[in-house]
């Protein structure tokens, strides 16, 4: 499969599990929703790929990398469930793609790639039109959630340099560190969950929808390509959050937001990845992602 392919199933399960998720707010409690969605993709990484392997193989380098990457994976997952709580999803979802914009930047060159940067910084910009006065509590948790989705972008093509396969199992790995970081705060708010199947079960399939089928298929694209054309497809995602709230949480966008939706997606489309030299036309070496 194509890595667009990848990042394509990524983009519509990275919302359409918050999505769920937020049906589940009038049952329990934020952070409770967001430690079992955490514990529920650690445990389907336990059962399916024995990340404990992984620790006890890795270096002492390594073992940094996946203790940081499951640090960061608990609190953006926490602070963006505590955003998701009181803005929209579409909102939400622009304010956590600016960041990863600026750090596309990073690896743009060409003039038609500088466009596509400023057709997707406009199009972010219309998207996260929100009043400072309106929610200033969810737009900080929001910008935190920006910061701490760069880091994951930048540690989650660390653990994908070493191929698709031995990303996942490092991915597995972080979760469990994630889910024992975040037990303090969302465990006893999702104590009541063990006593009704029903919501457990919906919880799990949260945990399913958010942290498995996207991460993996994060780790499956940013094996096969470079890290500034990643973090500029992630232009998508502002676009795929307003379309879940929408069909999911009957969240209708603006003018304003529908024009920011088109304006993406354009940027999307002008973007061309360079090709590499012939003699370096593998999607990515032991050192990281291929070259655009």
């Known amino acids: 499969m194509p ?66 990457l499951g640090a960061v994976l608990g609190l953006m997952n926490s602070s963006f469930y505590l955003a998701l709580d009181r803005l929209p999803l579409g909102t939400v979802g622009a304010i956590e793609f600016a960041g990863p914009v600026v750090l596309a930047a990073f690896g743009l060159r060409s003039r038609r790639n500088v466009l596509a940067l400023a057709l997707a910084v406009t199009g972010v910009w219309l998207l996260a039109d929100v009043h400072l006065v309106g929610e200033p509590l969810g737009l900080a948790f929001a910008f935190g959630n920006c910061v701490l989705f760069v880091l994951y972008v930048i540690l989650g093509h660390r653990l994908a340099a070493d191929g698709g396969a031995s ?34 079960a919906c919880a799990f399939g949260v945990g399913v929808c958010s942290s498995v089928v996207p991460y993996v298929c994060d780790q499956l694209a940013m094996a096969r390509m470079a890290r500034s054309t990643f973090a500029l497809m992630l232009s998508l995602l502002p676009a795929t959050a307003v379309g879940v709230g929408v069909l999911v949480l009957a969240q209708i966008p603006t003018g304003l937001e529908i024009l920011g939706v088109a304006l993406v997606v354009a940027g999307v489309a002008v973007h061309r990845e360079r090709r590499p030299p012939a003699t370096q036309q593998h999607p990515a070496t032991p050192d990281g992602p291929g070259t655009p």
């Open 3 to 68: 890595p667009s392919a990848y990042f394509v199933t990524s983009a519509v399960f990275h919302y359409l599990g918050p999505a769920f998720a937020v049906l589940l707010f009038a049952r329990l409690d934020v952070l409770g929703v967001a430690w079992l969605r955490i514990a529920s993709a650690a445990a389907v990484f336990a059962v399916w790929r024995r990340p404990w392997r992984v620790w006890r193989s890795s270096s002492w380098r390594q073992r940094r990398l996946l203790l940081a």
């Open 167 to 200: 990303g996942i199992d490092g991915l597995g790995a972080s979760m469990l560190i994630a889910m024992a970081a975040v037990a303090p705060v969302g465990f006893t708010d999702a104590a009541a969950a063990f006593t009704e199947p029903v919501l457990l």
